[in-house]
């Protein structure tokens, strides 16, 4: 086996691009006779100076953020073409929106009445997650947070797939062993959403780097990029630090895409970080950089189409993209954000300005949309929810050898003997345990 990986390694480390010691050390003299700067080796490449200052990022201008439309739907520049996609493509948009956030009410209510232990909503940034998704192709892969439900739906995910999973029932492809809301599918690539903040974006830049070298062996390869989301709160974790600094450094074919949303669960922006935002963090490593609208869907597609290409410009590049909203939700349903926020300030977002309300304006301005297709389609959308929800609801668990499965090729005989001692417990105490939910019962060991 050593062997073989010796040979595989060699194959790519001959694909990549050689360097001899001269064209490794040129751009790292410090210091030619004369020369008004110095060049450190590594990227740093500063002019002397006689004056003795030092940067203050209060001195400096803000990253602006890029926006298409403002929140009566209207577009800001008069000049430019109208956004390049077709009606149906925005209609598309729009009603995968409402999806969403009726899906969204439907379930927080469900957890509240007992029927589902956790959901998180996506409510204020559902432009974000459906208008950065339909600038990727299926082929693209990607690795989400826990508030991209929109991110799924943009890319075919159903209503009984994600019912299934919420209930964890024998149809839920992660056979019931995540909590609710972390979704993942084979196809369009889409890796399970995990807990843990930030583990995801390391990931995300070494899944990107294995892209280009897959490319670089075959070039017939279709070109892919990494999709990588999270919040602002998961980029203070050192993951994100790493991730960004692995990307840049192995010149990765990954889009970051940061929800920046005010608040990472109970703390605001203002307690969790200095400086502007999370842009500049981007700037700092050496990565392609925005700052966008999340309010605005097509302001986000037209960021992501042209960060895509980006990514796959030059053998591979990183960017990252840092989407402006405000999350007019809960944290999810196991937190109270009234505990430390107004209430006059979330209804104030609301009525002002979200991505929904912002598409329906313009949808209402190009006569695409009108009050008795929005009233019709959401009492449709609302029935067919509703329909997954009972069916999803009424389903059998998984197997309970579900448990022990899939992380082996072959169970091995500590977990064999794990599953005896299971059924063994099971027999022993039948009225403990009810096991008339679960596929096969205790025949499912």
């Known amino acids: 086996m050593l062997s073989l990986f010796s040979r595989r390694m060699s194959r790519v480390s001959q694909s990549l ?9 040129s751009s790292s003299i410090s210091q030619r006779p004369g020369s008004d700067r110095v060049r450190f080796p590594g990227a740093v490449n500063s002019k002397f100076t006689t004056d003795m200052s030092f940067v203050n990022p209060s001195n400096t201008p803000s990253i602006p953020t890029y926006r298409v439309m403002d929140s009566d739907g209207v577009l800001v520049d008069k000049s430019r ?21 009726i899906m969204d009410v439907i379930m927080f209510e469900a957890q509240r009445q007992g ?79 995990s807990s843990p903040l ?5 990931q995300a830049s070494g899944a990107a780097y294995a892209l280009k070298l897959q490319a670089l062996q075959n ?54 970080y200095r400086g502007d935002g999370i842009a500049s963090r981007g700037v700092g490593y050496g990565i392609d950089t925005i700052r966008v609208d999340g309010n605005d869907i097509f302001a986000v597609y037209e960021a992501m189409q042209e960060a895509r290409e980006i990514a796959l410009s030059d053998g591979g590049r990183p960017v990252l993209i840092e989407a402006m909203s405000y999350r007019v939700s809960h944290h999810s349903t196991s937190d109270d954000s009234f505990a430390y926020r107004a209430r006059v300030e979330v209804e104030d977002w609301k009525r002002r300005d979200n991505p929904i309300i912002r598409l329906r304006k313009w949808l209402e301005n190009e006569g695409l949309w009108n009050e008795d297709m929005e009233r019709e389609t959401r009492e449709q959308l609302r029935k ?9 609801e009424r389903e059998k668990k998984p197997r309970i050898r579900s448990a022990f499965e899939d992380v082996y090729e072959e169970l091995t005989e500590e977990t064999q003997a794990q599953m005896k001692e299971l059924k063994r417990m099971l027999q022993t105490y039948p009225d403990e345990y009810d096991l008339r939910e679960y596929q096969d019962g205790i025949n499912g060991l």
């Open 17 to 25: 691009p050689r360097f001899t010691t001269t064209q490794r050390w």
């Open 81 to 101: 073409k109208p956004p390049n996609v077709s009606n149906e493509q925005v209609l598309t948009w729009y009603k995968n929106m409402l999806t969403v956030s």
């Open 115 to 193: 029927r589902l232990s956790f959901y998180m909503v996506s409510a204020g940034e559902e432009g974000i997650s459906v208008g950065s998704a339909a600038a990727l192709t299926p082929d693209d892969v990607v690795f989400a947070q826990y508030r991209e439900t929109g991110v799924f739906q943009q890319r075919g995910f159903t209503l009984k797939n994600f019912m299934n999973q919420l209930f964890s029932n024998r149809h839920d492809s992660g056979r019931g062993r995540n909590m609710p809301v972390h979704y993942g599918c084979n196809y369009p690539r889409t890796h399970t959403i």
């Open 198 to 202: 930030a583990t995801q974006i390391p």
């Open 219 to 272: 070039p017939d390869t279709p070109p892919r990029i990494v999709a990588c989301y999270f919040g602002e709160g998961a980029a203070s974790e050192g993951d994100f630090h790493a991730g960004l600094n692995i990307a840049a450094t192995r010149s990765a074919p990954v889009v970051f895409i940061c929800r920046n949303n005010g608040f990472a669960i109970s703390t605001p922006t203002l307690e969790q």
């Open 384 to 392: 067919e929810v509703l329909k997954e929800f009972g069916d999803a």
